[in-house]
């Protein structure tokens, strides 16, 4: 017996489906209910009054012209159902018929889901007593009952099942969301009051009860809704905008299928939850974001928003605009998977700490830090963050301004203010030293040709030289100290270089180097024609003295876009990093004479 005790335990979905069947096929679905869960709830207490019988009796139970049926648990059984079918108004004709497809599924289920061999004909037989003693248990309870009492039993279910309805019809005009039942064919067949309200201007409460105010909703107004209908989807979630006289209203519909087996009930319900308010409030906050995301990624600054722990400890980036992205060469998924502490160069990783720490007593803090890219490059940045708390946890809105092009500029400013001063120095040296010597250049001209002058013209030559070269040099002091006019003009860079080449050559020559030009296909530009050969003359000179012997100067020109690049390059050392800011400062050199 445990054998088919757990084919019927563990079967009990296949039967319900198998009655269902059965049902349809012989038309007893007009007759029965329409959720699958109550035809459940009776294969449920069926097939648990036949597990009980068999495991307390276990036997085949046999017929027997005066046996009783009311001492057994399975006439008991029969009796219950008896009464209530009965109740409903189900004729014992209908209930042996319907009874007769309920033993056809068990007995289906043997002999296509479980037994083989010799177990077989027990269990097949087993079923066919157990349903003869249930028809023939109920069959005596329904003979017994008088007509008197047939019609008193009948009176009162039907006012228990009015009730009953009235009670559910009452739930559903009394729901305040709009519910509307659509039949197979899509037409509108029923609403509750909450739904007619929806359309009519009248709210007086129970004037348009019990659908009778369906013909004031327009059909129109779900044409669309109801296309969602043919999918294959027993319920659909979506948004909706419907006009009503109160003017547009957005909904949530909810779309459902009837949840009707039988088939007698086919269609579907739709109901409707005002979101209105609440469609208005994310209208107005994705407004407000929209705002916020331009004003984030227009500014011209790099925004960063990140959380610190509580001892100061950076967490990824929550967020960053475009130009934060652009500058650090990342991705803003990419941002999201590093700290500040990744961007910021290591040799200010120990400011950063300090930093950070001051910002969580301060909560506000102004600093300047360098940023590292993707592409290797060093970004100065000043930065400016304050400390505030998000969602509760603390959390740091950083606004960084990129200072590089600045601190350059202000170097360069003190360069040429240092270079001014010296210029004006060297003015104010140059003229109280050149009338002195003047004065002595005049004399020694004048000793130099007079009739002494053979003992000493030696030495004359050599202090009117000195005193030659020293003219020069004040005169270089003073023309760093006024503005000197350019004259730019369309040249050729090739052949300012061509013209300057056999010079540069001779130098090479002489200090045991080589020359190599590379000169590329490039427009004429405008330049100082005089200025320029002077500039490449010092470049390949300086690049001559630094080489050690046999060394290689190369002067190059291409075309780089817009642009005409002029290369000069040697086998030198090169310039130590320590000296890069130095270069361009006048007079600065690193040479011994």
Not at 15 to 34: E, G, L, P, W
Not at 129 to 157: C, G, H, Y
Request: hydrophobic residues 40%; charged residues 25%; proline residues 3%.
């Amino acid at each position: 017996m445990n054998a088919l005790i757990g084919l019927l335990a563990e079967n009990e979905a296949w039967i319900v489906n198998r009655v269902i069947n059965y049902a349809k096929d012989n038309d007893f679905a007009r007759y029965t209910s329409t959720l699958k869960e109550a035809w459940r709830v009776s294969i449920k207490e069926l097939t648990s009054a036949i597990i009980n019988y068999l495991r307390v009796d276990g036997i085949i139970p046999e017929l027997h012209p005066d046996a009783c049926y009311e001492e057994d648990a399975l006439a008991l059984f029969a009796i219950e159902e008896a009464v209530r079918h009965r109740a409903r108004g189900v004729s014992l004709g209908m209930f042996l018929g319907l009874l007769k497809y309920y033993r056809q599924s068990y007995l289906d289920l043997i002999e296509l889901r479980g037994f083989d061999g010799v177990n077989k004909p027990h269990a097949h037989l087993m079923l066919e007593r157990i349903f003869d003693r249930i028809e023939i248990a109920l069959s005596v309870e329904w003979a017994n009952l008088s007509p008197a009492q047939t019609m008193q039993e009948l009176q009162i279910k039907n006012r228990q099942m009015t009730n009953e309805k009235n009670k559910y019809l009452t739930i559903f005009e009394s729901l305040p969301t709009p519910a509307f039942v659509f039949n197979d064919d899509l037409e509108l067949i029923n609403a509750n009051h909450a739904a007619v309200q929806l359309f009519s201007a009248d709210p007086a409460p129970g004037l348009h009860y019990y659908g009778a105010g369906i013909s004031l909703i327009p059909a129109q107004q779900f044409a669309e809704m109801l296309q969602c209908s043919f999918t294959e989807d027993p319920e659909l979630n979506f948004q909706t905008e419907i006009d009503t006289p109160a003017g547009k209203k957005h909904f949530k519909a909810r779309l459902r299928r009837m949840q009707d087996i039988s088939g007698k009930f086919r269609g579907l319900v739709i109901i409707l939850s005002d979101i209105t308010t609440l469609y208005a409030s994310e209208q107005r906050l994705k407004q407000s974001n929209e705002r916020y995301q331009l004003l984030f990624n227009s500014g011209s600054d790099a925004i960063f928003l990140y959380s610190l722990d509580e001892q100061g400890k950076p967490g990824p980036f929550i967020e960053a605009n475009e130009i934060a992205c652009q500058l650090l060469g990342l991705t803003r998924k990419a941002l999201t998977n590093v700290t500040i502490c990744d961007i910021v160069a290591p040799e200010q990783q120990r400011q950063l700490a300090v930093d950070l720490q001051k910002m969580m007593s301060d909560h506000h803090i102004l600093h300047q830090m360098s940023f590292s890219t993707v592409q290797g490059t060093s970004v100065e940045m000043e930065i400016n963050s304050r400390l505030f708390e998000l969602d509760g946890v603390k959390s740091v809105l950083s606004i960084a301004r990129n200072i590089t092009e600045k601190l350059r500029l202000e170097t360069e400013m003190q360069r040429i203010s240092r270079m001014h001063l010296v210029g004006e120095m060297a003015a104010g040296i140059g003229h109280e030293l050149r009338n002195p010597m003047t004065t002595v250049l005049g004399f020694l001209q004048f000793l130099h040709e007079s009739e002494s002058r053979a003992k000493i013209c030696q030495y004359y030559k050599v202090m009117i030289e000195e005193l030659d070269r020293a003219n020069s040099i004040i005169t270089e002091y003073l023309n760093l100290a006024k503005d000197k006019s350019v004259t730019l003009t369309k040249v050729n860079l090739n052949e300012v270089i061509n013209v300057l080449t056999p010079l540069i050559r001779s130098d090479a020559i002489f200090a045991n180097h080589s020359v190599e030009v590379i000169l590329g296909n490039i427009p004429r530009i405008l330049v100082d024609e005089k200025e320029i050969s002077q500039l490449i003359l010092n470049l390949c000179r300086n690049a001559l003295e630094a080489m050690d012997l046999n060394g290689r100067l190369t002067l190059e020109t291409y075309r780089e876009g817009e642009f005409v690049v002029l290369a000069i390059g040697d086998t030198g050392k090169g310039i130590p990093a320590g000296l890069h800011a130095k270069i361009g400062t006048p007079f600065f050199t690193t040479k011994d004479q």
